[in-house]
């Protein structure tokens, strides 16, 4: 079976400063596709930013980026100039031909002000 | 379109009772997925159909659990009878197929509580 690994359940960090949450996967396929959903406390899962496994080029979204290492099967987010609104659970996912939508157990970010 | 529609937002129900959530995806979207959410385990995929169909159901925890989709715009998830480990946030999603890494929309969940 497909997992999806989150190994930091908490994580914080200075408003205006840059965070980073981990995220690894274990499959054996070729062709798959990975997602970070952010859920603010209004309980609403939000895309955020999402990377085709055949791209080597990382995943870009304004202030969001990613690094994605294939043969690693490691998948983190990069929050720059984080702002208060960024306080939420994230969620990494993975999804291929295969198996839909697997999720990790999320990391909460906190952001202080 | 509205997005995907669960109900209730919240359900508050005596163990050994039946509860029923429902859920309406985005029109035209020929996946649905249910997800369970708790602290523990995160987001756990319970069910998918794919056009109307029960695709992977290996993630239903026993056969309390049971989940229906009648027509394309409709979902159930049932479970009877409830107990209190039942207690989570239950999510429905949709999404328009599967190529192109097309992400799932999520309902706003339901919020379960068994007493």
């Known amino acids: 079976a497909q997992t999806v690994t989150q190994s930091q359940p908490e994580m914080s960090v200075q408003e205006a400063e840059t965070v980073t949450l981990s995220c690894t996967y274990d499959?054996?396929?070729?062709?798959?596709?990975l997602f970070w959903y952010k859920q603010p406390p209004s309980r609403q899962m939000i895309l955020v930013i999402r990377q085709e496994a055949y791209k080597q080029q990382n995943a870009t979204e304004n202030r969001f980026s990613v690094n994605f290492q294939k043969a690693a099967k490691s998948f983190s987010l990069k929050i720059s100039d984080s702002q208060l609104g960024d306080a939420a659970m994230y969620f990494c996912a993975f999804t291929s031909g295969t198996y839909k939508y697997i999720f990790g157990t999320g990391t909460r970010l906190k952001v202080l002000a | 379109d509205a997005g995907v529609i669960q109900s209730p937002r919240h359900e508050v129900t005596e163990m050994g009772q039946e509860v029923t959530l429902r859920c309406k995806p985005i029109s035209g979207h020929d996946y649905l997925f249910w997800y369970r959410q708790t602290m523990m385990r995160g987001l756990e995929l319970l069910i998918y159909?794919?056009?109307?169909?029960?695709?992977?159901d290996s993630g239903m925890p026993e056969d309390r659990f049971s989940a229906k989709m009648p027509n394309a715009s409709f979902s159930t998830l049932k479970i009877q009878p409830s107990e209190p480990r039942d207690s989570a946030v239950y999510f429905c999603a949709s999404s328009l197929g599967l190529q192109g890494g097309t992400e799932a929309f999520f309902g706003q969940g339901t919020r379960l509580t068994v007493v």
């Open positions: 499959t054996s396929e070729s062709d798959y596709y």
């Open positions: 159909f794919n056009n109307n169909v029960p695709i992977d």
